[in-house]
């Protein structure tokens, strides 16, 4: 009984800046700024004490550091994205992003509930956050409260936000460039564009976008090469048979989503019709768990809501270290997924 008493001793003994310092033969001092990445230390010191405080397990009292430096080294991320679809990717860059900082990360889903939304944003404030990442579901949308007036940053991410904040945002014109693109590279020349409701900003951008890429190659535009509907697969596999009841049918479709797309090769697929070989189909999204399902394998769009996220964490985190940054809309650039469709 003893010797497990002495075990279990052992095990609750914590490592201290102290032991660091010992175990690298320098000062408390020396030991204390080459973890907080202060002072002047030599880069090779500095190095070399955090090997040694990562061999012995040293971490540092969160407390005494939120003390001391008086911040709490965690950010609260409020979203209207219950279904997760995009807030997670979204939150994996954040956490990415800030891991190097020693940052934690609170999530809070606060749906479409405004009284909801204050009590989180209250809470986040009475545990003295540094500051705050909005997201949601749409970048048309605010989310249902007012974050212009608090005493910390906010910075907004695939939602919108107020113009004198920074609020960053898929490239949608770009992306939707790249997928015509891929599909004039193809050798498609009657190219339609099946998407979700036109009540979305990104409808009418991308539809913009797509309208302007095929006057720029010489390509003719029906009046029914836009097609708007739902967001769901449903939609995709009624706008197939819409096209095919006609006689100008598609050799290229760009969905708007990777669902629409999903239905829209699946219906192909129940009327014989090859994909890609005969028809050539772009979604966009890239939402891993439909494009690597579909079959063929889709070819789409990612909106890189990862390197995003990562992008609004390390911005949240130079207006927090007081750095100027510059507000206003910033649109990241998407990238063209090609599989097998």
Known sequence: METMSVAAANLDARITIYDVAAAAGVS?????KA???????????RARIKQVALDLGFRPNALARSLTRKRSFTVGLLTDDTYGRFTLPVMAGISEGLIDHGVSVFLCAIEDNPE?????VDAMLDKQIDG???TGK???RLLPVDLTHLPIP???????????????????????????????????????????????????????AFTEKLQAAGLSISGSAIMRGSWSELWGHEAVNVLWSGSDRPDGIFCGNDQIARGVVDALRERKIDVPRDVSV?????????????RPPLTTIDMNLKELGRQAGQTLMRLVNGEAVEPGLWRM?????????
């Open 28 to 32: 408390t001092a020396t030991a204390s």
């Open 35 to 45: 973890l907080n990445g202060t002072g002047r230390v030599s880069s090779n010191t």
């Open 116 to 120: 909801l939304a204050k009590t989180h």
């Open 132 to 134: 705050i990442i909005a």
């Open 138 to 140: 749409r970048v048309d």
């Open 154 to 208: 906010v910075v907004y991410a695939l939602t919108a936000g107020p113009d004198d904040a920074v609020t960053i945002v898929p490239d949608d014109s770009q992306g939707t460039r790249e997928a015509v693109g891929h599909l004039i590279r193809q050798g498609r020349r009657r190219i339609v564009h099946i998407t979700g409701p036109a009540s979305f900003r990104v409808v009418e951008e991308r539809a913009t």
């Open 282 to 294: 772009v979604g966009f999204d890239n939402w891993e768990i439909v494009a690597e399902q579909t």
């Open 333 to 341: 650039p998407c990238t063209l997924v090609v599989r097998g469709s």
